[in-house]
C-alpha cells in the first residue's frame, strides 16, 4: 500500500441499509478526513480524527459515524442510508492539523436509491 | 457570504496563455492557505502552498493579499494538461479546513 487506499470505488445502495466505507493510510498520519464531494458545493468535512481514539464533527456529521481504532484505518458508516446521501466521499490524512497538506484517497462513488 | 469563494468558471483558454483564478476568504485569522488541483472524477492533490505573501513553483505563481482577504493562482505559458479544476483551500483552525467549489479551466489547443 503507498498512501491511501479507499474501498469500495463504487456502491449501489438502497436508502435504509447500512453501509461501511473503509479507509486506510500508510503513512502513520496523526489525522484523518471525510469528505463528501457534490456538484456545485466542493468538498465538505464529515468528520475528521486528530489521532487514534479520538474523533470530532465536521461540517455536515448528521447521518455519519466514524471511529479510530488505530492510526491507519478510519472508516465511516451510514447507519441507513438516504438518497440524499448520494455524492463522492472522500477520505483524506495529514501530518498534523487541518493546516497540513491533506493526502486523499481516490474516493468513492455511492449511490443511494 | 460563504467562506470560501471562487469563480466557477469555466475558463476556456488557448495553450500558452496566461490564466489567473481569484479567490476569497472570510476568516481574517487564516494563517495558510493551499491550491489543489483536481482531475475529473479523480481525487484533489496539492499543487501549492501559501503561508506569507506569495509562492511560485515554475510556472505557476500563488499569491496572498489578506488586506483584501483573497489569494490568487497565476498560470503562465498553460498546458494541455493544465486542465483540471482547481481548488482553493483555507484551514480554520484546528482540524477543519475549507474547501472552495472550484474554478474550471481548460486549456485548447
Known amino acids: 500500500i503507498a498512501g491511501i487506499t479507499q474501498a469500495p470505488t463504487s456502491q449501489i445502495l438502497a436508502a435504509g441499509r447500512r453501509m461501511t466505507l473503509r479507509c486506510t493510510q500508510d503513512?502513520?498520519?496523526?489525522?484523518m478526513y471525510w469528505y463528501r464531494q457534490d456538484l456545485g458545493l466542493g468538498l465538505r468535512l464529515i468528520h475528521y480524527s486528530n489521532t487514534a481514539g479520538t474523533t470530532g464533527k465536521g461540517e455536515v456529521p448528521d447521518g455519519y459515524s466514524v471511529s479510530r481504532a488505530n492510526t491507519d484505518d478510519f472508516p465511516l458508516t451510514l447507519a441507513s442510508a438516504v438518497p440524499s446521501q448520494t455524492s463522492v466521499y472522500f477520505c483524506?490524512?495529514?501530518?498534523?492539523?487541518?493546516?497540513?497538506?491533506?493526502?486523499f484517497g481516490p474516493g468513492t462513488r455511492l449511490t443511494v436509491l | 457570504r460563504k467562506e470560501v469563494e471562487q469563480d466557477p468558471g469555466p475558463f476556456n483558454v488557448p495553450e500558452g496563455a496566461t490564466v489567473a483564478f481569484n479567490c476569497t476568504y472570510s476568516n481574517s485569522a487564516s494563517q495558510s492557505f493551499f491550491w489543489y488541483r483536481q482531475d475529473c472524477r479523480k481525487e484533489p492533490k496539492l499543487l501549492m502552498s501559501v503561508y506569507s505573501s506569495g509562492n511560485e513553483d515554475g510556472r505557476f505563481t500563488a499569491q496572498l493579499n489578506r488586506a483584501s482577504q483573497y489569494i490568487s493562482l497565476l498560470i503562465r505559458d498553460s498546458k494541455l494538461s493544465d486542465s483540471a479544476t482547481y481548488l482553493c483551500v483555507v484551514p480554520t483552525g484546528g482540524f477543519k479546513t475549507i474547501f472552495g467549489a472550484g474554478t474550471r479551466l481548460f486549456v485548447k489547443a
Open positions: 503513512m502513520r498520519h496523526n489525522a
Open positions: 483524506a490524512s495529514s501530518k498534523a492539523g487541518g493546516a497540513d497538506t491533506q493526502y
